[in-house]
């Protein structure tokens, strides 16, 4: 009988400790969402790091988006795309091409726009390590996907806790995949052109890009 206490004992603090570790990892990025969203845009320059072993892959590069609202002007890869709220314009220079389509309705798509946001929903919550990256205390959070089917199996999101700003984000896929976006810089409100978010279709059609509607 003493042992079936012990064990149950031991079974409710594990549980408490789980969900009180949940909770805490929520209102935190509660408190993220909340920064993010008091901006009126966000430029963020970022390291890309792609890695898979089994498949040999090991790639690094950089990227930048403007993010204002559901509208984004992301460049990566020596390609362009452009988000006005109604389609997404995507420009490759390389190629001389523009392809314009809609938005992805995919609700597990990483786009740009949901880069900073994505973790408010469909993720189960668990804090992790605090770690100190140059005098900055960063405080990881771990997201599971709600959703099994996903190709995601976990994302660690690296928060500092002097901003309240995103800083790190590791994702393991089920495929062993690791990809990882270390935030190197973090603007906020800028002044932003007016057209910023505006494609100019004549100004391509007049340098001959090759113009592809999906």
Request: proline content about 1%.
């Amino acid at each position: 009988m003493k042992k079936i206490i012990i064990v149950c004992t031991a079974i409710f603090i594990s549980t408490f400790a789980h969900a009180q570790g949940s909770d805490k990892a929520k209102a935190l990025l509660d408190e993220v969402y909340a920064k993010v969203k008091s901006y009126d845009n966000i430029y963020v320059d970022f390291k890309f790091d792609l890695k898979n072993a089994e498949a040999g892959i090991n790639q690094e590069t950089r990227g930048d988006v403007t993010l204002s609202g559901e509208n984004y002007i992301f460049n990566y890869l020596g390609s362009q795309q452009i988000y006005d709220g109604n389609k997404v314009y995507t420009i490759v220079p390389e190629n001389e091409e523009v392809t314009i389509e809609d938005q992805s309705e995919d609700e597990n798509a990483m786009t740009p726009s949901k880069m900073l946001t994505f973790y408010k929903e469909g993720h189960n919550y668990a804090w992790d390590i605090l770690q100190n990256v140059q005098g900055r205390k960063i405080q990881y959070v771990k997201l599971t996907p709600i959703n099994s089917d996903t190709e995601i199996k976990s994302r660690l999101l690296g928060i500092d806790m002097g901003t309240k700003h995103i800083y790190k984000l590791i994702e393991t896929g089920k495929n062993g995949t690791k990809t990882t976006i270390t935030v190197n810089s973090f603007k906020t409100d800028q002044d932003l052109s007016k057209t910023l978010f505006t494609f100019d279709e004549a100004k391509y059609k007049d340098e001959g890009y090759f113009i592809l509607r999906n």
